[in-house]
């Protein structure tokens, strides 16, 4: 295995600038916190949100409505890449 300075390979704040057992390592794809404390992933991949109005004004909306606002839903197909980047594991 060849040993590579990463020093005089890379610039400083290059991406690739992590070093194990002297091979490049490229960067852990971080959560998005915000985004997993909003969706969850169902186990074929799907993912899971809330439903919205849920957070007051209940006095407002009927037994019937409080009741189907309780059941989360799926989020929607346009929405699912962009929230797969998000949510890596």
Same mark, same amino acid.
């Given at each position: 295995? %060849?040993? &590579?300075?990463?020093?005089?390979?890379?610039? &400083?704040?290059?991406?690739?600038? $992590?070093? #194990?057992?002297? =091979?490049?390592?490229? @960067?852990?794809?971080?959560?998005?916190?915000?985004?997993?404390?909003?969706?969850?992933?169902? #186990?074929?991949?799907?993912?899971? =949100?809330?439903? #919205?109005?849920?957070?007051?004004?209940?006095?407002? $909306?009927?037994?019937?409505?409080?009741? =189907?606002? =309780?059941?989360?839903?799926? %989020?929607?197909? #346009?929405?699912?890449?962009?929230?797969?980047?998000?949510? @890596? $594991?």
């Amino acid at each position: 295995m %060849v040993k &590579i300075d990463v020093k005089s390979a890379f610039p &400083i704040g290059n991406r690739f600038s $992590k070093l #194990a057992h002297g =091979r490049i390592i490229m @960067p852990k794809q971080k959560t998005r916190k915000s985004v997993a404390k909003r969706f969850k992933k169902t #186990a074929t991949g799907k993912i899971k =949100r809330e439903s #919205a109005g849920r957070g007051h004004l209940f006095t407002n $909306k009927s037994s019937k409505q409080k009741r =189907r606002l =309780r059941a989360g839903a799926l %989020v929607a197909d #346009a929405d699912v890449k962009r929230l797969i980047q998000y949510l @890596p $594991k």
